[in-house]
């Protein structure tokens, strides 16, 4: 699986939209991009995922460069409850049959 | 609907010991997957089962063993604890569909001492 690179640790106010960028310069043309998050204390859960286009849904939105290197998960408007750790996912075409591969992810801390 | 269970949800072992960990998936899901995680580390994928066998399998020596059972529940099974398998267990489940989502459950803590 291609890799990828994101922030150790991100800060952001309340109520105030969060970008978090993931770098992966080694995408190929089939592959897609995942994210997921990681309350305390729990198992992760499923954010978004998308290929080319931008996604959107309740949870965030997913912007993906031109050329596929670099992606962003915004949160448009933060709450305390977002504070956790967000893994940003490569999947090859055939995802249905693999595990996820997944780096340190970025801490987000949220000030009230 | 009850998402992903798991159980224990803590365990103490001791080195040399083994273990049983159990997993039930979500409703209607066929497809087990199980992660173990370090503390300060991102889940680490052991393997993946369908149909009762093991389809898929991350960089984890044989002393890790699994099951599916017809009901698709699932065990982890590990051999001959070692202090460095002392991490939070993860199972995940989803349907055997391209790019399926998986829903991960609480975790089980497993301590080995």
């Known amino acids: 699986d291609a890799k990828t690179t994101q922030p150790n640790s991100m800060e952001s106010n309340e109520e105030e939209p969060v970008h978090l960028p993931c770098n992966h310069s080694t995408i190929s043309g089939t592959d897609y991009i995942h994210w997921y998050r990681q309350l305390p204390s729990q198992g992760p859960e499923y954010v978004i995922h998308?290929?080319?286009s931008n996604v959107n849904n309740r949870m965030a939105s997913l912007a993906i460069a031109e050329d596929r290197k670099s992606s962003t998960l915004i949160l448009h408007r933060a709450t305390l409850r977002d504070a956790a750790v967000y893994y940003c996912i490569l999947r090859g075409h055939f995802g249905g049959a693999d595990g996820l591969t997944f780096g340190k992810g970025t801490h987000l801390i949220i000030q009230p | 609907d009850a998402g992903v269970t798991q159980s224990p949800t803590h365990l103490i072992k001791t080195r040399g010991q083994q273990v049983t960990l159990r997993c039930s998936p979500k409703s209607g899901h066929d497809t087990v997957s199980w992660y173990q995680q370090a503390l300060g580390q991102g889940p680490q994928f052991i393997f993946q089962y369908y149909e009762e066998e093991e389809r898929q399998r991350g960089n984890f020596p044989d002393r890790f063993s699994g099951h599916q059972f017809p009901n698709y529940s699932s065990e982890l099974n590990v051999n001959a604890l070692l202090l460095g398998d002392s991490a939070l267990y993860l199972c995940?489940?989803?349907?055997?569909?391209?790019?399926?989502?998986?829903?991960f459950g609480p975790g089980t803590r497993l301590l080995v001492l």
């Open positions: 998308g290929l080319t």
């Open positions: 995940a489940s989803s349907f055997n569909t391209f790019q399926e989502t998986q829903y």
